[in-house]
């Protein structure tokens, strides 16, 4: 099957969106997709437990400068911008999944939304307390860009809602690693840099297992 290709390449996995039909007829290779990064999703948790509260970097990463958590006056609009769509990316992520547990029954589509919660939770926390170092207040709602997709989501049911709420995911990583880029090739933030870094690779981990579950054999 087509959607069997190992191919890693950031290109590719932006580039690949297919259509979401086919995933609910093929549970058991959706699962063995999500099977497949399990390793990835461990490491991650592990490192947001033995991190040290409010630093940004993971294990080979490069030391924050000390200096940028104590500058609160050199937070700029790019920093604030990338701190608030981060913060509005984990909320959707964590109630559109809340949202899948209550509603599916599909057990690849139940597994990835525990991952979602669970990743994106301890995102959250870590962004937070960054965020507290330089006096700048995270939104509390998801933002009126992603108020459509858990609006749908809360409508249907069923395999319609499995098919949505998966092409929400494809669509709402795409997003969120671009996001995450763009931040990583024009911020200066030393901590908000070292956040991108740790979190930009499972955003792409996210956005590859979404793209394997909708993608057509």
């Known amino acids: 099957m087509h959607m069997l290709n190992h191919t890693k390449g950031f290109k590719t996995i932006i580039g690949s969106f297919l259509g979401v039909a086919a995933f609910i007829s093929l549970p058991g290779l959706a699962q063995a997709n999500l099977n497949s990064v399990n390793n990835t999703s461990n490491q991650y948790?592990?490192?947001q437990n033995t991190s040290t509260p409010g630093s940004p970097t993971s294990p080979g990463t490069s030391t924050p400068n000390p200096s940028s958590t104590d500058?609160?006056?050199s937070v700029t609009t790019l920093d604030t911008d990338f701190m608030t769509k981060a913060a509005q990316s984990d909320l959707t992520e964590i109630q559109t999944?809340?949202?899948?547990?209550?509603k599916s029954r599909n057990k690849a589509v139940r597994s990835y939304a525990r991952q979602m919660i669970q990743h994106h939770t301890a995102s959250s926390k870590k962004l937070a307390a960054i965020a507290k170092a330089k006096n700048f207040t995270l939104p509390k709602d998801i933002g009126p860009d992603n108020k459509a997709l858990l609006t749908k989501l809360q409508s249907l049911s069923g395999n319609n809602f499995n098919q949505a709420y998966?092409?929400?995911q494809t669509l709402a990583h795409q997003k969120t690693l671009a996001e995450y880029q763009r931040y990583l090739q024009q911020g200066q933030d030393q901590d908000l840099i070292g956040f991108a870094n740790q979190i930009s690779p499972l955003v792409a981990q996210h956005l590859q297992?979404?793209?394997?579950m909708t993608a057509r054999p």
């Open 97 to 102: 999944s809340q949202l899948a547990l209550r």
């Open 71 to 73: 500058s609160n006056t």
């Open 209 to 212: 297992m979404a793209q394997k």
């Open 45 to 47: 948790i592990l490192a």
């Open 166 to 168: 998966m092409q929400g």
